[in-house]
C-alpha cells in the first residue's frame, strides 16, 4: 500500500505545503486556527472518538482536526495511535459516527494506521505528504487484506463467484 501502484498511486508533488494568498498555509491542524475555526454546532466533534479500521480494532483516538482554509473544509483527522505516535486520515476515509462515538474506516486495519506516511513536521503537510497518505488509504481499499480476487476473476471469501471482464455479475 506504501508503493505507489494502481490506487495507490500518486503525483509527485513538490515537497512544500499548500499555501494561501499572504503566504499563510491551507491545511493546518484546528489546534493553530482555534480562534477562527470551529465544529458547527449542530455537528459531531470527532476529537476524543476512537478511531477503528475494518477489523473493528481501536487503533487510537482523535487528537485534533486539520482544516482546508482554500476550500473551508475538514479534510484531515488527527490520529494519535496507541503507542502515542500521529497519522493523519483523510476524513473522506473517515465515517464519523455520532451514534457509536466513534470514528470507522473500511479501507485499512487498526494495525496497519503506524505505516500511513508520516509528517515531517507536525504543523505542517506538504503536497507530496498529502498525496501520498490519501494514495495509502486508497491503497487499502484492495490491498489491506491481499488483492481481493473476487472482483478479479476469481474466487472470493465467499466461494465461487462468476462476474464479467468489468466486474458485474451476470442477471439471472
Not at 84 to 97: D, E, H, K, Q, Y
Not at 136 to 149: D, I, L, P, Q, S
Not at 153 to 172: E, M, N, Q
Request: glycine share 12%.
Amino acid at each position: 500500500m506504501r508503493d505507489p501502484v494502481g490506487p495507490a498511486s500518486y503525483v509527485l508533488r513538490d515537497e512544500e505545503p499548500l499555501l494561501m494568498e499572504g503566504e499563510k498555509l491551507q491545511l493546518v491542524p484546528l489546534r493553530e486556527v482555534g480562534d477562527e475555526w470551529h465544529v458547527q454546532g449542530g455537528d459531531s466533534d470527532p476529537v476524543g472518538m476512537p478511531v477503528v479500521g475494518r477489523d473493528d480494532k481501536v487503533a487510537g483516538h482523535v487528537r485534533d482536526l486539520w482544516v482546508d482554509r482554500g476550500a473551508k473544509l475538514l479534510r484531515y483527522l488527527e490520529v494519535e495511535l496507541n503507542d502515542g505516535r500521529r497519522r493523519l486520515m483523510p476524513v473522506f476515509f473517515a465515517n464519523v459516527s455520532p451514534k457509536f462515538r466513534r470514528v470507522k474506516t473500511r479501507s485499512i486495519f487498526a494495525e496497519q494506521f503506524a505505516a500511513i506516511p508520516e509528517l515531517k513536521d507536525p504543523d505542517r503537510i506538504t503536497a507530496r505528504e498529502e498525496d501520498r497518505i490519501s494514495a495509502y488509504f486508497a491503497g487499502g481499499k484492495m490491498f489491506a487484506e491481499g488483492v481481493r480476487r473476487g472482483a478479479f476473476g476469481g474466487p472470493s471469501r465467499g466461494g465461487p463467484d462468476v462476474r464479467d471482464g468489468f466486474g458485474r455479475r451476470p442477471r439471472a
